[in-house]
């Protein structure tokens, strides 16, 4: 795979952008797409006659060709799903393909019966539930008046993409699987589910399913796989421009700028983790939230990564301050629309590192792919071919993985490809910093207009010198009242009871874990009669978050509180909240049996959501049930057994 524009004689010292090599396909994108253009950013101005590549466009300037459709629909919360749909659309165009990308919702669905491949990549969110962009597509394709066959002329495949410590693990790709089938869609490849919890996270099976797909596809139209030498070109993603005439489409978004008003450490001094409560003021922002909703985040880059960026990069230091507009030149380019609104064009490099650059991201196997196409040393080039193949996945992952290495330093370890990397091709590299999400630990109804977060500082060691660090938490946690951040509320997953419903609500809540639990107490204390908090950390003196509100409605009788110290007594076995889920068994079961009893579990991913759901099934063996197995099933179908944990 060739850059577009990467020529043979590039050198290390001649990449700082002052680059003359524009190809005509990649001017006619930039003037097409602009309507006027003027001073590619890092260019001499270029005097081109734009009326004939207006007429053109984008797509029918690759149409001249004839490529076949490739239709990729997504449905995406988190943003991993998008990011899939793009390395495909990516792929699809290198193999001569025309991609169009959209999330399912944004598809028009009448002209789905008349889409020859549609490859599908499905999130599952909360308790088994659609994305927010795909829920719309779903309940059409629920319509009972849909004929069996209406999607019989459709080849399709499903990449489904779920966390198995989540009881519905990929519950959404399943169901999607199997009324495509019900509908008459024929599948080119058998169901692929991807789960976050391996040690590869989900390009385990992503890097399964895309050559898959490809084989299945590609002899349709060829005959046979194309080889790289006769596939399409890469063009950069964005057109970086020092002047845009034209008019930049910014799709709404509900994130705001609001203040934070506090940052408490929640943990003692003397305690190995670093837990802090974020309090922040939506005052003016018309944010509001519920129990069991979460607080967006979209955090920036410290100043010493963003100094370190422009050491590799040492050729982009003269940019630094220009600004300049971004503008795709694909169907599957674009700005996260919370950038987009919060920071409007032009910005500037700095600008650009600091709030859109994931500098600490894990690289993935793209990047050393694409990364080889730069370097001008041999030895780089073999070692970054061989961790972009199938077979070096094992070493990828000794090298980059398993220590957490981050985009900056592996960009150390390759400095001849650093020095060569064109700036527009960076936003190919580097994807950009995702938005985080907390649970919120606070209640509207008592802090009215003001929102809090638990947040445990991420400060960890691996086989590397330098500690890895959390990007969002650390950059919040070295913020001072005053400052303003950007945020938004979206909807959590937990489906808390109303008090007319009259259950009995058993929250589980380890470390951070409890914090949705105390918006929903704070909100609903009083007005339930059964409500217990299982609570969980390592000492009762030094990380036991909300003791004295816990401790106070325990003593006015409106909260059953079961605390669970794992490190109290170093003398004793550790205690932990699945041994005192088993040990309150007979108590617990009452209140799921006879009081129509609720369960939620919030916190950690590994080992937690496990270990709890055995405990409970034992406490179901213990106190009646002939099935205790069918009856957890039971309760998760019910949604009376709920789980958000991360």
Not at 131 to 136: A, I
Not at 211 to 235: A, D, E, V
Request: charged fraction near 25%; glycine fraction near 6%; include cysteine.
């Amino acid at each position: 795979m060739t850059p577009k524009r990467l020529s043979e004689g590039n050198k290390a010292d001649d990449s700082s952008g002052s680059r003359e090599d524009l190809t005509e396909t990649s001017l006619s994108i930039q003037q097409s797409q602009n309507g006027a253009v003027d001073n590619y950013f890092g260019f001499e101005h270029v005097e081109e006659t734009v009326k004939e590549v207006e007429e053109i466009g984008n797509s029918k300037l690759r149409n001249k060709l004839n490529p076949p459709k490739l239709l990729i629909l997504y449905g995406s919360q988190t943003g991993t799903g998008e990011e899939v749909a793009e390395r495909l659309g990516r792929e699809g165009f290198h193999y001569g393909f025309d991609p169009y990308l959209t999330p399912m919702d944004n598809f028009n669905t009448e002209k789905l019966p008349e889409s020859e491949i549609v490859c599908f990549i499905a999130s599952t969110t909360g308790q088994g539930e659609e994305p927010d962009n795909m829920k719309t597509f779903w309940k059409f394709l629920l319509k009972k008046s849909l004929a069996s066959d209406i999607l019989s002329g459709v080849n399709f495949t499903v990449l489904g993409l779920g966390d198995s410590s989540y009881t519905k693990f990929n519950f959404v790709a399943k169901k999607l699987y199997k009324r495509l089938l019900h509908l008459g869609a024929k599948p080119l490849t058998e169901l692929f589910l991807a789960d976050d919890q391996h040690d590869l996270g989900p390009d385990a099976v992503i890097d399964q399913w895309i050559p898959k797909l490809w084989s299945q596809i590609i002899p349709r139209y060829n005959g046979s796989l194309l080889t790289p030498s006769n596939s399409q070109q890469l063009l950069p993603k964005f057109s970086l421009l020092k002047e845009f005439k034209g008019h930049l489409n910014i799709t709404p978004h509900p994130v705001s700028k609001c203040m934070l008003i506090g940052n408490k450490r929640m943990t003692t001094e003397d305690h190995f983790q670093d837990v802090r409560l974020i309090s922040i003021d939506l005052t003016g922002s018309n944010l509001e939230y519920k129990p069991g909703d979460v607080l967006m985040i979209q955090p920036s880059n410290s100043n010493e990564n963003i100094e370190e960026f422009f050491n590799i990069f040492s050729h982009l230091e003269k940019y630094r301050q220009e600004k300049f507009y971004i503008t795709p030149n694909t169907s599957w380019a674009s700005i996260p629309h919370e950038l987009a609104q919060l920071y409007p064009q032009p910005w500037t490099l700095n600008q650009v590192v600091k709030v859109f650059f994931d500098l600490q991201s894990t690289p993935k196997r793209y990047f050393f792919e694409l990364l080889s196409e730069f370097t001008t040393s041999e030895i780089e080039r073999e070692k970054l071919k061989e961790f972009s193949t199938p077979e070096g996945q094992q070493d990828l992952y000794s090298y980059c993985q398993r220590p957490k290495r981050n985009v900056l330093e592996v960009l150390q370890d390759f400095p001849y490809a650093a020095q060569n990397i064109p700036l527009d091709y960076l936003f190919h590299l580097i994807r950009p910093i995702k938005r985080r999400a907390f649970s919120i630990a606070s209640s509207m109804k008592a802090l009215k207009q003001e929102a809090q977060i638990l947040v445990g500082v991420v400060n960890y060691q691996t086989k590397l010198k330098k500690p890895r660090l959390g990007l969002c938490s650390n950059w919040l946690a070295n913020l001072s009242p005053g400052v303003e951040i950007p945020v938004w509320i979206e909807r959590g997953s937990f489906h808390f009871p109303s008090p007319q419903q009259k259950r009995a609500v058993i929250m589980v809540g380890p470390g951070t874990g409890c914090a949705p639990f105390r918006s929903f107490i704070s909100e609903r204390i009083g007005t339930f009669n059964n409500l217990t908090l299982v609570f969980g950390c390592r000492f009762e003196a030094k990380d036991f978050y909300f003791q004295e509100e816990w401790k106070m409605y325990e003593n006015d009788q409106k909260l059953t509180l079961i605390p669970a110290f794992s490190r109290n007594n170093p003398d004793e076995s550790r205690v932990y909240v699945q041994h005192k889920i088993e040990e309150n068994g007979e108590l617990l079961w009452d209140l799921i049996e006879n009081h129509a009893g609720v369960i939620f579990i919030a916190g950690n991913a590994k080992r937690m959501p496990i270990d709890v759901s055995d405990a409970f099934i034992s406490v179901f063996r213990k106190n009646g049930s002939l099935n205790p197995e069918l009856y957890m099933k039971h309760l998760v179908k019910a949604d009376r057994y709920q789980t958000e944990v991360w």
